[in-house]
DNA sequence: TGGGGCATCAGCCAAAAGGTTGAGAGACCA
DNA sequence: TGGTCTCTCAACCTTTTGGCTGATGCCCCA
């Protein structure tokens, strides 16, 4: 039986050498290419086929993680990609997802769940580490945290750092109104304050 | 010669495996030990003395990279410390010098980078990657936007999104002090709501 | 046709945050 | 030794924010 061929994209030396040593011990799993950036990714792809792509989404400069996977998948090629990265918001996690990533994997992730996320990937299986799939399944649960468009557009403004009568004027509404919004934001959020919103936002949801 | 004990600190498996197998490739140095934590740290300095440090400052739980460098600056020990980290937020490197840091790389930086961060700290130089070293050559030309020490450890806190009391009980100060400290950074970021700081302290100062 | 969700607004009150002034203690440095 | 910086705290006042209740108009859809 061939090995797993394997290609690591991520733009910290470190992190591949580190994956790449660490997947180096399994007989069955062999990394066959590395790239820098989602550009590198996608030529390594076109040279090297490898069956599983291990993807990290925030690059430096260039095309992003999230980019490049759309654009692998727009190819019909048969690789089953892997999110590699250090965050688990909500918004990485959904896009990742509908970009058509098969796995989502975080860097402090045990070996073992890492070569079960390789080996279940080229068998079609979906391997994601646990904080990853607590986060899906509570939005599954909890459908009611979702924002209203309008309520993510006073949150997009809301996190530029405007007072609620600027808010108001924004948005042709009274301030009446915005605290409306912003209390169901709140509550949606999992929040009491507006920094917490701004601080819980930008992280979490990815907003910037 | 012996070859320079270095020891790593960083919560995510797959960097220090990277860095090690980075620094293995250098004759004249030696990974001797790894922690995942700052508690870890203490410990691995008691039982290894390494001469060299690299520490990250973002710890998953627990004591972060920070908290740790003081400790280990208090005991007098003589090792060199080396932030190894993600990101370059101003706050961060003010903070990490201030705690005794002789130097601060990118995880992104130049192999040659790293090896000659790790030649040069135990010679008394300092060294950091570039943009991080840009960073504070503006602060100098700048120096009333410089925050204090005490000022950058309030916002790293203040973009979690606590409130003035949460912030006097976490750092053992009246509420008097914390609005005192609030106003000196708004007047150095330029910004006149907390919102704003909290937006402007995520964004340009990359802070997490 | 009657909910239900969404967006809008008002008023009231309590809590939090912001602006200002002033001041003392300790460190550092010329 | 005197000046400057940093950190600390207080009192006072204004503005902003948050919590609560209630209400209207609109649209969609069962």
């Given at each position: 039986m061939n090995p797993i061929s394997v290609l690591l994209v991520d733009d910290h030396l470190v992190v591949r050498s580190g994956l790449k040593a660490l997947l180096g011990t399994?007989?069955?799993?062999?990394?066959v290419a590395e790239a820098a950036s989602g550009e590198e990714a996608l030529v390594a792809v076109d040279e090297f086929?490898?069956?599983v792509v291990m993807m990290?989404?925030?690059?430096?400069?260039?095309?992003?993680g999230i980019e490049a996977i759309k654009r692998l998948r727009r190819r019909n090629s048969k690789q089953a990609i892997l999110v590699f990265t250090t965050y688990d918001s909500d918004a990485d996690i959904v896009r990742a997802v509908d970009a058509g990533a098969m796995g989502y994997l975080l860097k402090d992730a045990a070996p073992e769940e890492i070569f079960a996320a390789v080996r279940g990937a080229i068998q079609g299986r979906s391997v994601m580490s646990a904080p990853v799939a607590s986060r899906l399944f509570q939005q599954l649960r909890n459908p009611d945290e979702v924002l209203t468009p309008r309520e993510a557009e006073l949150l997009s403004l809301l996190i530029q750092g405007l007072s609620n009568r600027e808010l108001g004027k924004r948005l042709f509404i009274s301030e009446a109104t915005v605290k409306t919004h912003l209390a169901h934001i709140y509550a949606k959020l999992g929040v009491e304050t507006r920094a917490a919103a701004i601080a819980t936002a930008i992280r979490r949801e990815g907003m910037r």
């Open positions: 399994q007989p069955d799993i062999a990394v086929s490898p069956a990290d989404l925030a690059m430096g400069a260039g095309m992003d």
